[in-house]
């Protein structure tokens, strides 16, 4: 795979008059258009990124057609992490050129370091940090441990998998028939009674609960390990 790895210091006047170049140096137009989209990307977001561009289905020694102005770039899809791809129009001489290039984008993520069995909750031991391309992580991923941590696996994973949202679940805190203290909240008011959970739930879900003086079935967020809260 031919890979590039161009800083984003370079700027768009620079890396447009390389391109313009082609036709004196053919060679050098993969690390010009390569300047130019992450330029691209630069602009698209708000903190700095590792970041390559490839072209892994271009052989090293295609050159690009002659073209005495600067080619115009046209993006087939908004530009994001993975496999892009764009349209290179030159108006002298006339040619169209479409490419596919991979925008690799470099974080760390959360991937597993035991495995884990369906319905165990993850622990602080179980997961790490590990740099991934995100390009290549399609079904999503976590960028720090305590977006997992103390969640529910949905199913057996191995180690080293890198751990994406359809795999993991929130687990329950409070489980059906449980007694739970109901709290209603209203501006200048708190007000806690004892009740009885009818469903389980998780941190931040509504459930079911009954109140145990006057049996009144109540929907509640759960709020702690035996705490619910009525707005």
Not at 50 to 74: H, M, W
Request: aromatic share 6%; hydrophobic share 40%.
């Amino acid at each position: 795979m031919h890979r590039i790895f161009v800083g984003f210091f370079l700027s768009g006047l620079t890396v447009g008059a390389a391109l313009a170049e082609t036709a004196a140096n053919e060679s050098n137009w993969r690390e010009a258009l390569g300047a130019r989209i992450l330029a691209q990307w630069q602009s698209l977001t708000t903190e700095e990124q590792e970041a390559e561009v490839s072209f892994p289905s271009i052989s090293p020694q295609y050159d690009l057609p002659d073209c005495r102005e600067e080619p115009t770039i046209d993006l087939m899809r908004p530009l994001q992490p993975g496999r892009n791809g764009i349209e290179l129009r030159c108006a002298d001489p006339y040619w169209v050129q479409n490419l596919a290039l991979q925008l690799h984008i470099y974080r760390e993520v959360a991937v597993l370091q035991n495995p884990i069995k369906n319905g165990e909750i993850l622990q602080p031991e179980h997961v790490s940090l590990i740099r991934y391309d995100t390009g290549e992580l399609g079904k999503g991923f976590y960028l720090t441990l305590t977006d997992v941590v103390g969640s529910e696996a949905k199913r057996s994973l191995r180690t080293g998998t890198v751990i994406s949202p359809d795999m993991i679940e929130a687990a329950d805190i409070i489980s059906r028939g449980q007694p739970v203290t109901i709290r209603l909240k209203r501006p200048g008011i708190r007000i806690e009674m004892a009740g009885t959970a009818l469903t389980d739930g998780h941190l931040g879900e509504h459930i079911r609960v009954r109140n145990d003086r006057s049996q009144k079935i109540l929907s509640a967020e759960v709020l702690g390990a035996d705490l619910v809260q009525i707005d």
